[in-house]
């Protein structure tokens, strides 16, 4: 994973402060999709029926240890966030794109309205960095909500590291990430997203529309 001086730029936009630049990765604009919840191990499960969406941003600082993020959801019609005994908000692994994997991560609750927008931080523990850190980083975690409708899974989105392969290209004003899944398409499909930096902020100008 590259660390560039670019995501110093992608986080002032976000509104992200007060962390490490050289040492941040992200995870900028991941797709929550149905179609991502179809697993072939441990167990084979087929994609939940519905038409929920939504997307992730990400930021993990690899040397305060924390993980500031936003999420927008909208989930299946008549469904809300699905609340147990570790909460309804969570990053599982490890698990590459197609597997499932136990909880790793627990985040604040989201509230139980069918869709929504949360942005939140939290500082990973001792035990969560030993866990999970070097699989967050690889891309091998993913972010799903849970509902009253689809217990085991709604939607999710795999957190894959911008540019983790070719690396993100920062250049007049655009912003080129590589290794962004496909909404509505099955396994490890990817394009390449484009955005755009205007007013501040990061503006998905070309690419597979992201909902």
């Known amino acids: 994973m590259k660390k560039t001086t670019l995501l110093a730029t992608a986080i002032a936009g976000l509104s992200f402060s007060g962390v490490a630049m050289a040492e941040v990765f992200s995870f900028i604009e991941m797709p929550l999709t149905a179609s991502q919840e179809a697993v072939t191990l441990p167990t084979p499960a087929p994609a939940p029926n519905s038409n929920g969406y939504g997307r992730i941003t990400a930021f993990y600082d690899s040397n305060t240890k924390v993980l500031t993020y936003n999420i927008n959801w909208k989930l299946v019609d008549g469904a809300v966030p699905r609340t147990h005994a570790a909460g309804n908000n969570h990053i599982h692994g490890p698990a590459e794109v197609g597997t499932s994997a136990g909880i790793a991560v627990s985040l604040p609750d989201l509230p139980l309205t069918n869709s929504g927008n949360v942005s939140g931080s939290i500082t ?4 969560q960095v030993s ?28 957190l894959i590291p911008n540019g983790a392969s070719a690396g ?3 250049q007049n004003s655009t912003l080129t990430l590589s290794n962004v899944l496909v909404p509505g398409v099955e396994g490890a499909q990817t394009y390449d997203a484009v955005l755009n930096f205007t007013n501040g902020t990061f503006v998905l100008t070309t690419a597979t529309p992201v909902r």
């Open 168 to 170: 993100p290209v920062f």
């Open 124 to 127: 990973l523990t001792a035990e």
């Open 131 to 158: 866990a999970v850190e070097a699989d967050l980083i690889a891309g091998r975690t993913y972010y799903n909500v849970h509902s009253t409708l689809f217990g085991a899974g709604e939607i999710r989105a795999q």
